[in-house]
Antibody, heavy 120, light 111 residues
């Protein structure tokens, strides 16, 4: 059974930093690209970052580029998201998601999420 | 960025009837004969769940009452016949162009 378990969320002041983790199990982690997707309090879904299976390639939307860094440790089956210069608009539930491909790129498995609140 | 507009924002459908949700993209999400459009279902307190990928392909384990269609900029998710457990919010998502974007969601209520 595919499982993704996020951790590391919390309350951070604006301008602060935080690192999220996602422990993966039930599949060959090193064979899949992985992503972070967030859901705002207004329930809007936003793609945050993607990393290739080997970790060589990373992708970000402009809203987080330069502030967030996605990384992975395939030996530990763990995905990370280092977040810095945090803003109130980064407040959201952060989901780790496995990226699949079959005539489209999609998120086929999601964790339960970890909550980030950015507030003074 | 590709903007995905879902309609309606909410709908109420009687048990056993058909629910139809539309997703319109601000530009084509097709590439090389494939439509990079996916659909997800989200219930309260749960993460999104993949239903349909590449516009019309049913994800493994998803009931056949869910179906997707469309190409280019216009896509549709159909649920027929609707069951009580289908009460949820549905999102479309495109992956043809960076950044990947999601629609605003459609909340389905079962009457």
């Amino acid at each position: 059974e595919v499982m993704l378990v996020e951790s590391g969320g919390g309350l951070v002041k604006p301008g602060g930093s935080l690192k999220l983790s996602c422990a993966a199990s039930g599949f060959t982690f090193s064979s899949y690209a992985m992503s972070w997707v967030r859901q705002t309090p207004e329930k809007r879904l936003e793609w945050v970052a993607t990393i290739s299976s080997g970790g060589s390639y990373t992708y970000y939307p402009d809203s987080v580029k330069g502030r967030f860094t996605i990384s992975r440790d395939n030996a530990k089956n763990t995905l990370y998201l280092q977040m810095s210069s945090l803003r109130s608009e980064d407040t959201a539930m952060y989901y780790c998601a496995r990226q699949g491909y079959g005539s489209s790129y999609y998120f086929d498995y999601w964790g339960q999420g970890t909550t980030l609140t950015v507030s003074s | 960025d590709i903007v995905l507009t879902q309609s309606p924002a909410s709908l109420a459908v009687s048990l056993g009837q058909r629910a139809t949700i539309s997703c319109k993209a601000s530009q084509s999400v097709d590439y090389d004969g494939d439509s990079y459009m996916n659909w997800y279902q989200q219930k309260p307190g749960q993460p999104p769940k993949l239903l349909i990928y590449a516009a019309s392909n049913l994800e493994s384990g998803i009931p056949a009452r869910f179906s997707g269609s469309g190409s280019g900029t216009d896509f549709t998710l159909n649920i027929h016949p609707v069951e009580e457990e289908d009460a949820a919010t549905y999102y479309c998502q495109q992956s043809n162009e960076d950044p990947y974007t999601f629609g605003g969601g459609t909340k389905l209520e079962i009457k």
